[in-house]
């Protein structure tokens, strides 16, 4: 519980200490931060691993992943993430061991060489490092001594539990691209506890080859990439790892942006009012009205500037003169109205008759057996009226129908009586001269719904244009129809 304590406190202490450096300033002050939002590292770390211990080392392999994040320009955390494999041996006893090793752990990084504001970016990264994790290993050995009968050697296997460990180095980093860099790291670690002097197997029982404790190096090889794009607050590019940047760098370019303005110059050669430097014609004719560039004026866009425009603000639309006046036409007098109305209704002509056939007339209908007009077709027979009053020369057929229910003896006099009924109304409701209607009839030979027996949309009478020379009917032969119920079957002639 110490170990786990202890490690807990110091990264704790490193991350406060980090973020403190980082932002100084207190919240409302007047303190500009000249420290940009920097990516991440993400790294891959490949290398051979060996332990210093009691044994002859061998080199082993090992690999892992890191992500690393600066603090500051010369402070940043790195989290790493650690396996590896070692053989170790004594040719003289003839013993050996192997182990393998998990570990986990976070680290304070300090770029000892950003301290130089001399250049944009550092080529080279010179990183010193110390952390505090946990790690569990095994080492399987051979023909060893261990503590429960130190003068036998023996061969098996120790476990260790997941403990505490630390870690500790240094490193070159060298930068390829804005978003590669490699590096050239040497770590060394080890354990607290019990373990600690059996990496490699042996307890060192009774001899002096080596201090108490074993330590595990791991010089490896790491391929680092720059993660992040954007700034979510500013919208801004992030930055490179502020390990890598000048940390005058934004200071720089803020001076730099300052010296690079233009020197205020209140010259106005043309004594327009405006200063040369932001006049973008600077011989503007004298007593010339300027706009806010010290371009002489066109107010009215005529092409003509306003200072020899006899009228600066001409009505849009017309072709101007020399001098700017638009050339507006005169208006147009009464008799000039007349003149046109009166050419134009010259060469009006009404539309002929012929016309008239394809127009189209409302239909009117009629109840089972009758040819009364109810009250809904009224308004029909009036639009009827209305274009036959508005159209003095037309003549119109007024045409009879029944459905198929009677016989064709008693429809033909059904559909008879109902364009009789049709024409009477338009004559006594409306005022049409009778002789403007021809009264004809078609029973049940032309339905407008393909049926035998009943049918409303069949019982109607239709209203068209009437050809030259077309006549009244007869009245065809047969008994009264139209009136009471129909009385026996169509067979019988009813």
Do not use: C
């Amino acid at each position: 519980m110490t170990v786990r304590n202890l490690v807990l406190a110091v990264l704790f202490i490193s991350a406060t200490f980090g973020l403190s450096a980082q932002d100084a300033a207190a919240p409302g002050g007047t303190y500009r931060s000249f420290t940009p939002a920097d990516q991440w590292e993400l790294g891959v770390d490949l290398g051979v691993p060996f332990v210093a211990g009691d044994l002859d080392s061998k080199l082993g392999f090992g690999g892992g992943l890191h992500v690393r994040k600066s603090l500051d320009h010369i402070f940043s955390i790195r989290v790493n993430g650690l396996y590896a494999k070692t053989k170790s041996e004594n040719t003289d006893t003839n013993s050996e061991s192997e182990m393998s090793w998990t570990s986990g752990s976070a680290q304070l990084v300090v770029t000892v060489n950003n301290f130089r504001f001399n250049k944009p970016y550092r080529k080279i990264g010179v990183n010193v490092f110390a952390g505090l994790g946990v790690a569990k290993f095994t080492t399987d050995y051979t023909n060893i001594a261990q503590a429960d009968n130190p003068t036998v050697p023996n061969m098996g296997e120790y476990k260790g539990d997941v403990t505490g460990m630390f870690d500790a180095g240094v490193g070159l980093a060298f930068r390829v691209s804005p978003k590669f860099n490699i590096g050239l790291d040497y770590t060394v670690m080890s354990v607290f506890g019990e373990g600690a002097d059996l990496l490699d197997g042996s307890n060192n029982f009774g001899r002096e080859v080596t201090t108490f404790r074993d330590f595990l190096h791991f010089p490896h090889l790491s391929l680092n990439f720059n993660l992040g794009g954007t700034d979510k607050a500013t919208g801004a590019k992030k930055s490179e790892p502020l390990y890598w940047a000048n940390p005058m760098s934004m200071v720089s370019d803020a001076i730099a942006a300052l010296e690079a303005r233009p020197v205020y110059d209140p010259t106005d050669t043309d004594g327009d009012g405006i200063i040369d430097m932001i006049d973008a014609e600077k011989e503007s004719p004298a007593g010339a009205r300027v706009d806010t560039k010290g371009v002489a004026l066109d107010s009215d866009m005529d092409k003509v500037l306003d200072y020899k425009d006899k009228e600066p603000y001409s009505p849009p639309g017309y072709p101007v003169d020399a001098n700017g006046v638009a050339q507006v036409p005169k208006p147009i007098t009464e008799s000039d109205v007349n003149r046109i109305v009166d050419a134009k209704l010259a060469n009006f002509k009404l539309p002929v008759q012929e016309g008239l056939s394809n127009w189209f007339l409302p239909i009117i209908n009629f109840g089972m057996n009758s040819y009364n007009i109810g009250y809904g077709e009224y308004t029909k027979l009036y639009q009827v009226a209305q274009v036959l009053k508005g159209n003095s020369k037309v003549r119109i057929a007024v045409t009879g129908h029944t459905d198929g229910t009677g016989s064709e003896n008693y429809n033909n006099v059904l559909s008879y009586n109902r364009a009789k009924a049709a024409i009477e109304f338009l004559v006594n409701q409306h005022g049409i001269a009778r002789e403007r209607l021809v009264l004809d009839y078609a029973g049940e030979a032309s339905s407008l719904v393909p049926t035998k027996g009943s049918s409303q949309l069949n019982r109607r009478v239709e209203f068209r244009v009437a050809k030259d020379g077309e006549a009244d009917k007869d009245r065809p032969e047969g008994p009264e129809a139209g009136q009471g119920r129909f009385m026996g079957n169509k067979a019988s002639g009813y």
